[in-house]
Nanobody, 122 residues
């Protein structure tokens, strides 16, 4: 019923930028919240950013605040993450997800994409 597909990952030099997109089908954009998470090799999945359905409520993890920008276009059923001034520690698989509540906790998100790899070289 709901499918999320991430795109835009790749290899970039430290200090560079990438733009990620999450295309949704079904009723994903009826969700209260959409968010981005990331998982580095051998580490637990961590919260990156979340955005409310109307786009005015936004929360960023401290590690990315001021560098990343989350947005959504409900008409296109797409959520975006702009990654600026990338650092090697940003290297991870990035996932988009949907939630019926306003949350930074991965367990509160109901649907997940397959992930897209972001690799930042020094």
């Amino acid at each position: 019923q709901v499918q999320l597909v991430e795109s835009g990952g790749g290899l970039v030099q430290a200090g560079g930028s990438l733009s990620l997109a999450c295309a949704a089908s079904g009723r994903a954009f009826s969700s209260y919240t959409m968010g981005w998470f990331r998982q580095a090799p051998g580490k637990e999945r961590e919260f990156v950013a979340a955005i409310h359905w109307n786009g005015v409520l936004i929360y960023y993890a401290d590690s990315v605040k001021g560098r990343f920008t989350i947005s959504r276009d409900n008409a296109e059923n797409t959520m975006y993450l702009r990654l600026n001034n990338l650092k090697p520690e940003d290297t991870a698989v990035y996932y988009c997800a949907t939630s019926s509540s306003w949350s930074r906790v991965s367990n509160n998100y109901n649907y997940w994409g397959q992930g897209t790899q972001v690799t930042v070289s020094s």
